[in-house]
């Protein structure tokens, strides 16, 4: 079983940074795949950036792609989420998710991830 905490949230102005953050308990980190979700209100939870487990691939959304970065420390267990140059439509729940499958390619699926955090919610402000 794996916990997942994610911290790094909050109210933000447009043009803004924030960095996510993402502990994860146990002891097979290196092993898992993760991903940052975001969901905000009335839509959809959408995948935003992904992280293979060897860290060799990742994967970010349109939207979101030139603005964020996705990286992880394996001797921390945690995965970062480095968000610049904000816009209020980044707005949401951000959720760390992580997976059991070891595959060579970043995952972008919810149906890939095993394990959820609670969320973190980001607050972008025009």
């Known amino acids: 079983q794996v916990q997942l905490v994610e911290s790094g949230g909050g109210l933000v102005q447009a043009g803004g940074s924030l960095r996510l953050s993402c502990a994860a308990s146990g002891r097979s980190f290196s092993s898992y795949a993760m991903g940052w979700f975001r969901q905000a209100p009335g839509k959809e939870r959408e995948v935003v950036a992904a992280?293979?487990?060897?860290?060799?691939?990742?994967y970010y959304a349109d939207s979101v792609k030139g603005r964020f970065t996705i990286s992880r420390d394996d001797a921390k267990n945690t995965v970062y989420l480095q968000m610049n140059s904000l816009k209020p439509e980044d707005t949401a729940v951000y959720y760390c998710?992580?997976?059991?499958?070891?595959?060579?390619?970043?995952?972008?699926?919810?149906?890939?991830?095993?394990?959820w955090g609670q969320g973190t919610q980001v607050t972008v402000s025009s």
């Open positions: 992280i293979s487990w060897s860290g060799g691939s990742t």
């Open positions: 998710a992580a997976g059991r499958r070891r595959m060579a390619i970043a995952t972008t699926a919810m149906q890939g991830y095993d394990y």
